[in-house]
């Protein structure tokens, strides 16, 4: 007989004795020590792939553990920080009552009211003309300021219930009657008292000039007054038609006839007394002029405008009203 020309995987004893009986009738022969070495080498050549079955990996675990050997572990007090990040919490230790957009560290000089003068062994943290430093020339006129409120709790806004119709805002209080005893108080002081005394009006360049009379007209009442909160004793005093000549309104007037809560509202318009001038109050001048500190070349910067302006995968949201743009929500202490 001829030999199987497709033998088992697996050559047993029996099967191999057997083997060899049908190659003697045929004549061709296969060696005791041929045989055991195949035999020896098929039982090597399972144990091997026993032993790999066993500690079998998929190739994706096989990455992810040679990945985890080859990283060290994440510390969190070596990754870069963004300096564009002004984190106003971290800085003194709380959170502010105020969210102003004032950089606590660095060659910063304030011109605030509530301020301090900084101690001469503070160190600032805040990279600035090449990393942190300390010298004597940069902490000289440097002053910081101060506006905490240990009691202030943050409440809500009633625009975060939907309900802002409810509740009176700063704007909408100046077109609503004042207190009677105000008004009456304002009136005797130009009626009784020295003429002219303590009134003002805002003109032309933001500041409060004294009110004169300059012709019939005026005397006889018919200018505005600028006080500092609420109109008239009554909703429907108004300088706009001829039957309400002479009636006075106290406070802030519209800039035009019948003009409504929600048109100037969405012109984002400031309120009188939050208008600076340049020319001729200093301050205002200083507060004008303040730029915050940049931390980045114009190159990053402009690489990074750019990428955002042109994502085509995200966008923001659009709107045409100027109102949708105000955050109303609580907002944390860190602002970009």
Same mark, same amino acid.
């Not at 060899?20 to 050549?45: F, Y």
């Not at 020319?279 to 915050?292: A, F, G, Q, T």
């Given at each position: ?64 553990t ?6 060290r572990k ?16 971290a800085?003194p ?7 102003t957009?004032?950089?606590? +560290? @660095? ?8 301020r301090? %003068? #900084?101690? *001469?062994?503070? $160190?600032? /943290?805040? !990279? ?11 902490c ?14 943050s409440?809500?806004h ?24 105000y ?34 007209a ?13 109109? +008239? @004793? ?9 039957? %309400? #000549?002479? *009636?006075?309104? $106290?406070? /802030?007037? !519209? ?18 007394f939050q208008?600076?001038?340049r ?14 500190l ?9 690489i ?11 966008r ?21």
């Open positions: 007989m001829r030999l199987n020309p497709d033998p088992e995987p697996y050559l047993g004893t029996n099967q191999v004795c057997h083997f060899v009986e049908k190659g003697e009738k045929s004549g061709d022969k296969l060696s005791t020590r041929t045989i055991t070495a195949i035999r020896l080498e098929r039982a090597r050549h399972e144990a091997v792939s026993a032993e790999r079955s066993e500690a079998s990996q998929s190739p994706y675990m096989a990455q992810v040679a990945y985890r050997e080859r990283s994440l510390d969190p007090s070596r990754l870069a920080q963004d300096p564009r990040v002004q984190d106003l919490a800085l230790g709380v959170r502010r009552s105020l969210p957009n004032i950089l606590d +560290g @660095g060659p910063h000089v304030n011109t605030n009211i509530i301090y %003068k #900084r101690d *001469a062994d503070f $160190v600032s /943290t805040t !990279p600035y003309d090449g990393g942190p430093k300390y010298n004597d020339d940069v000289i006129n440097n002053w910081v300021q101060e506006r905490r409120d240990r009691t202030y709790k409440g809500f009633p625009r975060e219930i939907r309900r802002s119709g409810r509740f009176d805002t700063e704007y909408s209080a100046r077109f609503k009657p004042s207190d009677p005893e008004v009456h108080r304002v009136v005797a002081a130009y009626t009784d008292g020295p003429r002219f005394s303590g009134l003002h009006r805002i003109g032309p360049t933001g500041i409060a000039d004294p009110v004169f009379p300059k012709n019939a005026e005397t006889s009442g018919q200018h505005l007054f600028y006080v500092k909160d609420g109109f +008239g @004793g009554a909703p429907n005093q108004d300088h706009t038609t001829e039957g %309400k #000549r002479g *009636a006075f309104w $106290v406070g /802030t007037a !519209p800039h035009a006839p019948h003009d409504t809560v929600t048109h100037s509202t969405m012109r984002a318009e400031t309120l009188e208008r600076r001038c020319s001729e109050d200093p301050r205002s001048m200083v507060l004008m002029s303040n730029k915050p940049i931390h980045e070349s114009e190159s990053t910067q402009r990074r405008d750019e990428l955002i302006a042109t994502n085509a995968f995200t923001g949201w659009r709107t045409i009203y100027q109102t949708e743009h105000k955050d109303y929500s609580r907002r944390p202490a860190t602002v970009a």
